[in-house]
């Protein structure tokens, strides 16, 4: 699921798992962020492991992509 970011993200983690969540951005239209980046500041109370599973690790996994590695 990509939730809006003024959801309550926290108890969407709760329900359906942080696995489960990706972050996308649709901007300009108004469920988009100018700055995507952004988005992470609505992510203050997950870990950073958490973090880079919503922003990054789940859009991925659900493309079938395999990350890359950083050195």
């Known amino acids: 699921?990509?939730?809006?970011?003024?959801?309550?993200?926290?108890?969407?983690?709760?329900?359906?798992?942080?696995?489960?969540?990706?972050?996308?951005?649709?901007?300009?239209h108004g469920e988009g962020l100018e700055s995507p980046l952004a988005f992470t500041a609505e992510l203050q109370g997950f870990s950073e492991s958490?973090?880079?599973?919503?922003?990054?690790?789940?859009?991925l996994d659900f493309l079938g992509v395999k990350a890359a590695v950083a050195a």
């Open 1 to 28: 699921m990509a939730p809006y970011y003024e959801e309550d993200l926290t108890a969407l983690s709760e329900k359906i798992g942080v696995d489960r969540i990706l972050f996308g951005s649709d901007w300009p």
């Open 50 to 59: 958490d973090v880079r599973m919503i922003m990054r690790d789940n859009a």
